[in-house]
């Protein structure tokens, strides 16, 4: 199995690295993956969310020394501990052997490319058209957003070798098509590359990206417009 990370942090927000965030950790024969993506309205409230994102992983994976399994109960556990204020949507995979779970918050996302072509990818949960669901802490300590119950969970069984898993934040999925992103399997370093190429279609106004494709179809914009969506960008990418 071979696994590697990316990210690229939206322009504005370089000098803080974004407030995107991952982990990768290994613990009994078991691999947890996950990507936060910080909510970043935070900014008007005066919070800078990528240090609740950092304190959020560094939770995560003291839960996951303490030995719980669940990705439910590892986000709870470690919201649980936070001190800062914040909020995330969340994808959190645990692979084991040839199985997954996977669970999501929000609208980071996760596919499977097995043999060129997806045979399975999560949908986005929102409440309504670019507003996810997202979990956090107030300033007051009191929980933000949505519960870590109202997660959902996937469960894939048989995966087999040369599949292709990709974890990523909603800049990656929102500026790539899907088409794109399976010609690019064969990069010799995939999560660097299609974070550049995200990039790259972030910058771009000359071609629609799914983001506003999106947008249109549901009703939120009369025409789709072209143009990228800049965001950070993140990307994990495991080649079983």
């Not at 009191?142 to 974890?167: A, T």
């Not at 972030?202 to 072209?226: C, D, M």
């Amino acid at each position: 199995m071979l696994i590697e990370a990316y990210n690229i942090p939206h322009d504005s927000k370089q000098e803080f690295f974004g407030e995107d965030g991952y982990f990768i950790h290994h613990k009994n024969n078991k691999v947890y993956l996950c990507v936060f993506d910080g909510v970043g309205g935070w900014a008007n409230q005066g919070v800078n969310v990528k240090e609740f994102v950092n304190e959020l992983i560094k939770n995560c994976i003291v839960s996951i020394e303490l030995g719980h399994r669940n990705p439910e109960v590892i986000i709870e556990d470690a919201l649980n501990k936070s001190t800062l204020a914040g909020s995330v949507t969340v994808i959190f995979a645990i692979i084991e052997e040839n199985s997954m779970i996977v669970y999501q918050i929000g609208d980071s996302g996760m596919m499977v490319i097995q043999k060129e072509r997806v045979i399975f990818q999560t949908d986005s949960q929102q409440h309504s058209f670019n507003f996810p669901y997202q979990v956090g802490k107030d300033k007051d300590g009191s929980f933000h957003g949505d519960s870590p119950k109202e997660g959902k969970f996937y469960r894939m069984s048989l995966l087999n070798k040369g599949d292709y898993i990709i974890l990523g934040s909603d800049g990656l999925f929102d500026n790539l098509h899907t088409h794109k992103i399976i010609n690019m399997m064969q990069e010799s370093h995939v999560a660097e590359s299609l974070c550049k190429e995200a990039y790259k279609e972030s910058k771009q106004e000359s071609r629609s990206v799914p983001f506003y494709e999106q947008a249109y179809k549901e009703g939120v914009l009369n025409t789709i417009k072209n143009g990228g969506k800049q965001d950070d960008i993140t990307a994990i990418v495991v080649k079983v």
